[in-house]
């Protein structure tokens, strides 16, 4: 073989060793990149949580209405009767249970097209996968919610939009999912989960199928609470995302340092501390297993 041959074969086998290396791995930690990121969230809220804001406890109407909008109709309550804002009042007679089986309202199983077609684009890659990108950084939202907001229930005989793609808050369904994978579950549902302190991780159809495992897995080990779906609104620079009640973070890969920084910050922070699972289930892949305990006391244990 001659020096000239050698130096290629050479040349050719280091190129794909770094390519392994590279997409297989990342072979910088880049925790401590990210650690300011989380730092500026945190001073937000302490700067917030410090404020003396005459709207942070104000009882009437926030956003997402805008002016003009027909007044809604009135927050849904648990299956209990009972509700823990003292803005609202006690066991009123003319309000659809939260999580009740009602089929003109919701029961999780009529009129479900009005959230999705079943159209398999919303599940499926039609393109060619998306490979991470290493020198695209995590990036962290977080839009505050003052505590008089709150999130009102709708029928299935109104659609729900969003102005946002990945809505971190607003109006949804009243029967909210069972904790789990799904084939794909529209956002009106799992935005309900968002309110009693869940994990949402959204991956795009077409993202890479290592990093949705790795992904997966994580999420999996760090609470019972979480729901993970499909989500083709994802952009494709960052097409993995983790969405907590009022935050979200998106991703190229999977950084296990910052997904558990993360959900160890945002999880379990909803407006309603309810740990229960819901009734709708409709495309259940397989239900979240315990981590810790129902109530996912010790977050991450295991990380």
Known sequence: MTKDRVLLLYTCCTLIL?????YVRNPIDRATQYEDVFQEMDSAEQRREASDDKYENWP?????SRPGDPKPPPKVLHKTGEFKDSNFEKNPVDRVGMGMH???CDDGETNLRVDWDGSPVNYT????????DYSISPMVYCEHIPSGYMAIHKCMTETIEYDDDIPMYGSHRPVWPVYGEYQFLPRQRWIHSLEHGAIVMLYHPCANSLEIKRLKKLVAGCLRRHIITPYSLLDEDRPLALVSWGCRLT????????????????ALRGAEAISADGDFMEFLIQSSKTVTDED????????
Not at 60 to 64: A, H, K, S, V
Not at 296 to 303: A, E, G, N, S, V
């Open 251 to 266: 991703m190229s890969y999977v950084n296990p340092s910052v997904v558990k920084q993360f959900i160890t910050k945002r």
């Open 125 to 132: 890659c039609y393109d060619k996968r998306i490979v991470p």
């Open 296 to 303: 996912d006391t010790t977050l991450c244990p295991h990380m």
């Open 18 to 22: 770094g390519f392994v290396n590279g």
């Open 102 to 104: 009602e089929s003109e």
């Open 60 to 64: 009437g109407r926030w956003m997402p």
